[in-house]
């Protein structure tokens, strides 16, 4: 297989900058001095006189007589019967029960032989039978 190469031509849109110049509107500020008067309160000092009604207060001495409670502590001396434990050791009875070992004889029967109980002649040294 062989490549081929093909050229075809297509139309296409290119942007070229341009250089314009158009008028606008700017706001500007500049510096400008103004004055204006205004109002301002100071205090200015005066001296006047003025009548003022008072009352003088003169000092008296005066005796009066009045009742006081006084309380004064006073030891008084008081019994008072109380109840308290105290350990006391007492004897007491009191049944025990005691298991004492007493000698008592029984009867039973017992074989001077090899009898066979023990199961032969053969077993009796094992059993104590000899």
């Known amino acids: 297989m062989v490549s081929e190469q093909l050229t075809k031509e297509v139309p296409y849109t290119v942007c070229v900058p341009q250089q ?17 008067d205004y109002q ?31 309380y004064q502590c006073v030891p008084e001396e008081k019994t008072q019967t109380y109840t308290v434990c105290v350990p006391v050791q007492v004897q007491k009875q009191v049944e025990v029960k005691v298991c004492k070992m007493v000698a008592q004889e029984v009867q039973s029967a017992v074989s001077t032989g090899c009898c066979g109980s023990c199961g032969g ?10």
């Open 20 to 36: 314009r110049t158009r008028t606008v509107n700017v706001q500007k500020c500049r510096q400008e001095t103004r004055t204006r």
């Open 121 to 130: 002649c053969a077993a009796a040294s094992s059993c104590g039978c000899n």
């Open 40 to 70: 301002v309160t100071r205090m200015v000092s005066s001296q006047q006189s003025k009548e003022v009604p008072y009352t003088v207060m003169v000092p008296q001495q005066k005796t009066r007589t009045y009742t006081v409670t006084r």
